[in-house]
């Protein structure tokens, strides 16, 4: 006997998100970053299966792959005020749920 596995209540989800960030002063002088931006992407799903709620994702940070200022050292030493931001990286995960 063969049971047929149904999908119900489906639901699709996207998520952009884009920052935008003039500058910063990093010292009490003159210097300040560079103006920069970055852009995130979310998308999922959301169903149920079976009786079980799932809800996988996949994402996206720094989705263009730009270069910018993860952090800022104020009054740092030797002019070193910056801390590089990591470059694209993906992500993937799920919710998983049972009854109501």
Known sequence: MSRLVSVRRVAKAAAFASCVLLRVAVGQQ?????????????????????????????GFNNLFNRSYVGSVVINGSNRRYYEPAPGRNVFIGFSVGAGE
Do not use: M
């Not at 970055?38 to 009786?51: F, I, K, M, P």
């Open 30 to 58: 003159p210097p300040h970053t560079r103006p920069w931006w970055t852009t995130n992407l979310r998308l999922g799903w959301e169903g149920e299966v079976a009786s079980v709620r799932l809800r996988p994702f996949l």
